[in-house]
């Protein structure tokens, strides 16, 4: 742990850095607990100070969230970034993993919709009452 000379001003603490990334201070420590954050410098009295970049690494983070990209893929394409190559292909390959994913997906919500629909037009056409009372709904 590095820890600041008392001279120098802190440039972001945890409560700073969450707001402008848009997310918690918790948050910020569970990444670093993970590797997806550097550990940050300490000042004197222990807290954290982190710099502009941990800001652009959060918001690269939520980006990669919001694609579908878990925190183990998304810490792989930071580790190639900091050993000073470019992530872009291994990232293309993820994205178009993903879209196999999101094509299966798609298919199984197509075919549990079908179901539903089937058993939507069965209870239709049954009346509520014709249900035994052994039975608990005779619809599922």
Excluded at 48 to 70: K, M, N, S
């Amino acid at each position: 742990m590095k820890v600041k000379p008392a001279a120098e001003v802190p440039t972001m603490r945890i409560g700073e850095l969450a707001e402008q990334a848009r997310t918690r201070p918790s948050t910020v420590r569970y990444y670093e607990e993970r590797g997806l954050l550097r550990p940050p410098e300490r000042t004197p009295a222990g807290y954290r100070d982190y710099g502009d970049e941990t800001v652009q690494r959060l918001e690269f983070i939520d980006r990669a969230r919001a694609a579908g990209l878990t925190l183990a893929q998304t810490a792989e394409i930071l580790d190639i970034r900091d050993a000073g190559r470019s992530p872009c292909a291994h990232v293309q390959d993820l994205l178009d993993r993903r879209l196999v994913e999101i094509d299966e997906q798609l298919e199984q919500l197509r075919a549990l919709r079908g179901s539903i629909v089937e058993l939507r037009a069965q209870a239709a056409a049954t009346a509520s009452e014709a249900c035994i009372p052994e039975s608990i709904c005779r619809y599922l």
